[in-house]
């Protein structure tokens, strides 16, 4: 299977671990991982904040880049709903193009559902010693409903301690824009995240997307509560 990495903005940006470690996964499984390098923003956040026409080029690199691909895989359930949901939506002026995305789209998937649902693998060979909770962000929750697959990984990695995260289907409160724009409403539900984690008594807070990853663990180091926040790839990688 011809399989290209997906990075997204903010992984290849401020976690660039996540990009590696999905690479390191998928080719400790057997397969062979390319790197587009003409990929760039998918224009999540253009159409997010009212402009989907300046996310119409976005999404023609994105289709041009990944189309020779049988699976496009990403370190991002945020960014893959954008794929899924908003690409074909914002090429509707051209009926080629939207044709195109949303093949593309067909075959792009958030690395839980890649590994669970094409792959048809739960253990991974992964070992992570460490008292984990896992916190599902919004998009995979609501918008690809990835459901319960990334909690099927983690119980097959040796030496986890999977506990459940109080309020788990809650927002941390990041929302891309929405937390400069509504910052005091941002940092009220950051705060009830937390507290949620800190119940839990984890070493580490998982997730799979790095966005909110990065929100809930700015909090945390603020409060010097020695809880780190760390993603799905990055688990799933360890041996």
Not at 144 to 155: F, M, N
Request: hydrophobic content about 45%; some cysteine; aromatic content about 6%.
């Amino acid at each position: 299977m011809r399989v290209a990495l997906f990075v997204t903005c903010l992984v290849d940006a401020l976690v660039p671990a996540a990009g590696t470690a999905t690479v390191e996964l998928l080719e400790r499984l057997g397969h062979q991982v390319a790197f587009p390098p003409g990929q760039t923003c998918c224009g999540q956040m253009h159409v997010n904040t009212g402009y989907p026409g300046d996310a119409a080029g976005l999404v023609r690199r994105f289709v041009d880049t990944f189309e020779p691909y049988e699976a496009v895989v990403a370190p991002s359930a945020s960014c893959v709903g954008s794929v899924r949901h908003q690409h074909a939506g914002v090429a509707a002026g051209d009926p080629a193009l939207a044709a195109r995305a949303a093949a593309v789209a067909a075959r792009t998937w958030e690395l839980s559902e890649f590994l669970v649902d094409v792959l048809g693998v739960t253990d991974v060979g992964a070992a992570y010693p460490h008292r984990v909770t896992w916190h599902p962000t919004c998009h995979s929750l609501r918008l690809l409903r990835v459901g319960d697959r990334p909690l099927r990984l983690l119980r097959e990695v040796r030496g986890l301690e999977l506990v459940e995260l109080p309020g788990a289907a809650e927002c941390c409160g990041f929302g891309g824009t929405f937390a400069v724009k509504n910052a005091e409403t941002s940092t009220a539900m950051l705060a009830d995240k937390m507290r949620a984690v800190l119940d839990t008594r984890a070493e580490v807070c998982a997730a799979g997307d790095s966005s909110c990853l990065l929100h809930i663990g700015g909090g945390l180091s603020r409060l010097r509560a020695g809880v780190r926040t760390v993603h799905l790839a990055e688990i799933l990688a360890s041996t």
